[in-house]
């Protein structure tokens, strides 16, 4: 859940761990609770419901996990009320870091995000300091298969995507937030299935990374960010090789 490096390790997003893909539906079933309570269960009327769901799917969650998740953000009984916290700073080299937080208490979650970026060289700065550096948009990520480049991009083009980016594996369709969920549907209407489905933040320029000490620190922080139980994703200007 690294914003934008799904393409980076998707044969290890195949295999993960059992632990590991459970905090990662832990996570996601929040999201669909809390979208659910704030716009209502219908996906078809609730855009951010409906971009959780996508998400979900595409990280193979069951739906049955997808369902209850749902059902719990109708509930009446009384549970914690999260909200969406953004957290914003740099790491390792000046890489431009916003990490979106779910969190029932922001004076447990931001001295726990401000010690990571600390611990790994970074810093966590304030409001603003980076989102500027990030454009929303929508992206779909379908593995190649035999598909012909020259004729999908022209598909999804006329379909209303923005771009579509040759990633090794697969291709990586980027929309506009306002256009993402028309292409998705045209593109589920022909068939393709999705290893990457959401509204994301993409950088407008990327890092490079040079030095050994930079890449690991920035891997170490990346980690240890997305193990932490109120991050949902975190979204970096650093361009991996």
Sequence with gaps: MAGHSKWNNIKNKKGKEDAKRGKIFTKLARQITVAAKEGGLDPEYNSSLKVAIDKAKAENMPN??????????SGSESSDAFEEVMYEGYGPNGVAVMVSCLTDNRNRTAPE?????????????QPG????????????????DGIDEDEF?????????????????????????????QVRKSLEDDGYTFVESDITYLPQTTVDLTSEDDIKNMEKLIDALEDNDDV??????????
């Design 64 to 73: 049955d996990n997808i369902e209850r998740a749902i059902k719990k953000g």
């Design 113 to 125: 995000i401000r010690h990571l970026f600390d611990k790994y060289n970074g810093n966590l700065g």
């Design 129 to 144: 300091c980076v989102s500027f550096m990030f454009d929303q948009k929508g992206v779909l990520g379908v593995l190649k």
């Design 153 to 181: 991009t022209l598909e999804v083009i006329e379909y209303g995507a923005e771009d579509v980016k040759d990633m090794g594996e697969g291709f990586e369709i980027i929309t506009s937030p306002e256009d993402y969920h």
């Design 232 to 241: 949902q994703d975190v979204y970096t200007s650093w361009e991996r090789n």
